[in-house]
């Protein structure tokens, strides 16, 4: 499904993100499976991840980035409209996470709710609040992307252990006034023919949790890496090459790709099919590992904050997970 600019133009106003204090590094985990830090850093290129205290659940991680980008866009939590939430791992089944981070932030005049895309989950509450801000519907959002996936680790499994972390991001989007930047095309897909590839298969109603669940750990993230990584690289290319080509742009005109930071390998592989440059791929895997639907709006913060583009400059941004899901962004910064 896809979407070119309309005529009410949406801009950032603001970005935030959060991790939590604790470092789980890979010599760590080396002590909890049979693993190695060269095996984890040559096959993904995470040396180490956060992983969030007890008391942090996903709605404190995500209102802590909400609070940043609110801060950074010069706005009260009164004035936001509409807060969407991306997560797979929310607070509780019901009600929604954004409901805990709206309590959280006292942002009493919004309309909250969950989306769960996986890690496509930020581009697509992007492309969702910019349709409604464009239409009229809301004049700003918050989107917010947390997950707490130490909460859904196998840490007995060293295929998926080694690659998730915990965190969130989030950004403001309001109408752009001249001059402004503007999130030019978005794009999102999904292959529900792919689910088993990558799924928690208990805690729902299809396997609701049972001891007998839980002890063959049917409530922890399962995936077929070798499958997902394929499928990975192709969708992301086609999703990045489909919103520059429908924002009129070329690879050359795009100062920064802002990839799901799931594995180095597949960010490379990304980079080489869309032939833009290494130096202007931003990574920081080796630091937060795959943080599901909160990479890339870590992403997006960090290389904001870090000057890696200005005002006037494009970026894209691109991710992909369970479902499969697929989404991008062309946003002119
Ligand atoms: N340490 C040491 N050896 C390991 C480890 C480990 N932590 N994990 C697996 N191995 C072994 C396997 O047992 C296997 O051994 P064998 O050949 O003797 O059977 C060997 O390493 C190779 O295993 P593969 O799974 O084939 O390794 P691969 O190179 O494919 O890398 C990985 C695995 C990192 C998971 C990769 O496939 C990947 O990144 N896939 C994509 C993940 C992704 O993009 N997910 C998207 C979204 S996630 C979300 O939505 C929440």
Redesign the pocket.
């Known amino acids: 499904m896809s979407e070119t600019h309309s005529a009410t133009g949406v801009c950032i106003a603001g970005t935030g993100s959060y991790v939590p204090e604790k470092i789980l590094t890979n010599d760590d985990?080396c002590k909890m499976?049979?693993?190695?830090d060269e095996?984890?850093v040559s096959?993904?290129g995470i040396k180490e991840r956060r992983i969030a205290a007890d008391d942090e659940p996903t709605s404190h991680m995500g209102a802590k980035a909400a609070e940043r980008a609110l801060e950074q866009a010069g706005m009260k939590a009164e004035e936001v409209q509409l807060i969407i939430v991306a997560t797979?791992t929310p607070d509780t089944p019901t009600p929604a996470t954004a409901c805990h981070i709206q309590q959280k932030l006292g942002a009493v005049n919004a309309t909250a709710f969950d989306i769960s895309a996986?890690?496509?989950g930020f581009l697509y509450a992007m492309k969702l609040a910019k349709r409604l801000i464009s239409d009229g519907a809301f004049e700003n959002a918050l989107i917010i992307a947390a997950?707490k996936?130490s909460s859904v680790t196998n840490w007995d499994d060293?295929?998926?252990?080694?690659?998730?972390g915990d965190g969130s991001g989030a950004a403001v989007l309001r109408k752009s006034m001249p001059g402004e930047g503007e999130i030019l095309a978005t794009e999102m897909g999904s292959d529900g023919n792919l689910t088993h590839l990558?799924e928690i298969p208990g805690g729902g109603t299809a396997c609701p949790i049972t001891k007998e669940n839980i002890d063959q750990r049917l409530n922890t993230?399962n995936?077929q890496?070798?499958?997902?990584?394929k499928i990975?690289v192709n969708r992301m290319k086609e999703a990045a090459e489909a919103v520059i080509e429908r924002a009129g742009l070329e690879a050359d005109d795009i100062m920064c790709v802002l990839p799901?930071q799931?594995?180095l390998?597949?960010i490379d592989a990304i980079a080489d099919r869309l032939a833009v440059p290494n130096e202007r791929v931003f990574v920081n895997l080796h630091k937060y590992g795959?943080t599901?639907a909160a990479a890339v709006a870590i992403a997006l913060d960090e290389a904001h904050r870090t000057g890696a583009f200005k005002r006037g400059e494009h970026i894209v941004m691109v991710a992909?997970?369970?479902?499969l899901?697929w989404a991008a962004a062309a946003i002119r910064w």
């Open positions: 985990l499976v049979d693993t190695t095996w984890i096959r993904t797979i996986a890690c496509s997950e996936l060293r295929a998926t252990c080694v690659l998730f990558l993230l995936m890496g070798r499958e997902v990584f990975a799901h799931a594995n390998r597949i795959n599901s992909f997970g369970a479902g899901t």
